[in-house]
């Protein structure tokens, strides 16, 4: 579902905002999903051996 339409009608910094609302929200709905997200994008630079 998208933020919004009308990227260019909106005020500064309203779609970060309101992703970052919608974000928390999730969180606190499933918590226990929290921690897997934020461990694969913190680790996401760390390429194997074999692909390098």
Known sequence: MPITTAGS?????????????????QIREKPEYYLWTHKRWKHRNKVPVEFQ
């Open 9 to 25: 009608k909106t005020k500064k910094h309203q779609i970060t905002d309101q992703f970052l609302r919608l974000t928390e929200d």
